[in-house]
């Protein structure tokens, strides 16, 4: 991890713009004319890092040609390519079938093959393609050289073109065991030293209901006498599930847990070498721990084995690895979570999505299948942000829980007299609910799955906010299964601790889910 480097960085651009302050309205400084080497990682993580500083967004789209060159350079040179009708949306349709807007992807397929011929002339179309297409209007190819970016953005059939395998603190090889610790991953094992009363409280089944299920925070258990979940279909987005772990497996229905589904499903691509894929096709096993504890924290059964319950104890499930870890900052890891919401878009009976992962640049790839899928209605949830080791302090919602399309949530301590953030979360004016998960008497995080086995695990973050509020909501929507999103986000902003004012930090704040199903008034 380039830690030191970053922080020297983010140091030198806080000083740049208290000197030049004009500097904040202009766009990513200009190479020189006609550049023949790239910048380096460090100078472009330089000015990745200020425009996040200033802005609070970093966005390809306003970065030069050179830029994204360079970045292609620094990484796997995959290039995302947005394609549409001369003439035509800047938005993409509802069906990318459509003759003329097929007619434009051969135009820009063929533009980027004659461009990157001129120095590979034995380069073939299966090698230019880094990744099958979707539904959506985007090409995933590889480019190597600069003129290409520049034909492509002096084109009237491309939306954009921008690099998807860099971010900045990216490691500069595989991910290994450091990287991934520092990226949520790693520390799904049964948590020792659980104390009955304080931080769980035993159901008469003997299933285990984590301490920030009481009903003094969001009515969950109160809640239940009402509505489980059931009938609604929950997507988690995240890093698979554990095979080893029974109750997202064949111990899903047990107890009071019965009669619904789970899939596990995978989207991550398998690595590829100049659009050929090699090795053994992904799993959707969890090799990550956090998709594991997510899909616990929304929906874990309410069964018998002493397990922890999850908030939907009787929504249906599917989890779907989509990334190695909660960081997207790999071209497999964003078409993976492309793929994984036009997925989830296109299943009819999928009412909600929950995702407790982000970056801190933008993707227009994943920000077009974000929009394909709240298109088709879905109700969709995005961690606000949990601070690395490097980015604590500084970085506020990132991406794509910025989005309008993105419900973001935050987490929160215990002390409700007066709200705090978790030590780790971000807010921010895009956050709109906050979950209750930390407790400040002695730092205790929710319970959830670990990898395996019936003791729990505790996790943290704005990650397990985010997986609970989708269970939260599919107790709601269960409650009132033929109302649309837009009425069952009325009943959440209703039911919630700032719903006479909404907070520039902390949004509509907690959802009382037992006030918003009607078992106890507001």
Known sequence: MRTTTLAAALCAALLAGCQQQEAQDQLLPQPAENPTEALSAQQLDEQILTKLQQNGVFDWNQATPHFVWSALTRSDYVLSVGYRPAGGSLEFPADAADPAWQAARQQVLELILSEERKTRPELTLQELLAYPDNVLPVLDVTVRELSTIQKLRASNLVRYAEPIGYEPNRPTASKGAAALSSSGCGSNTATAG???????????????????????????????????????????????????????????????????????????????????????????????????????????PRGTDGAAVGVAYNANLITIRASEDVFIDGS???????????????????????????????????????????????LIFCAAGTSFDWSAG?????????????????GMKDNLTAPTRCDECHTGSDVEFTVVMQRTSNDRRPLSLAMSGDAPSTVGGSSVATASMAGMAAVVWSRYPTESRAQIMSRLVASSSNRAARSSSFGWGRVNVAAAVGALPL
């Not at 979570?337 to 801190?360: H, K, P, T």
């Open 394 to 410: 500084w970085v506020g919602v990132i991406y794509p829980a910025s989005l309008p399309e993105a419900v973001a949530v935050t």
């Open 332 to 378: 497999r890891e964003v078409k993976g979570v492309s793929d994984a919401y036009i997925l989830a878009g296109n299943r009819a009976d999928v009412r909600v999505i929950s995702m407790s992962m982000g970056r801190l640049t933008s993707s227009s790839q994943m920000t077009d299948a974000i929009r394909y899928a709240y298109g088709k209605g879905k």
């Open 194 to 300: 659980l104390v009955a009363g304080s931080d769980y409280t035993t159901l008469s089944n003997g299933s285990k209901s984590s301490w920030n299920q009481a009903d003094q925070y969001h009515g969950i258990r109160a809640s239940w006498s009402q509505s489980t979940g059931q009938g609604i279909k929950i997507v988690i987005i995240d890093s698979g599930s554990s095979d080893a772990q029974e109750n997202l497996g064949a111990a899903y229905n047990q107890g009071l847990s019965s009669g619904r589904t789970i899939e596990r499903l995978v989207t991550l691509p398998r690595n590829s070498i100049f659009g050929i894929p090699y090795g053994d096709a992904e799993t959707p096993n969890d090799g990550c721990g956090h998709g594991t504890s997510m899909a616990g924290a929304a929906a874990a």
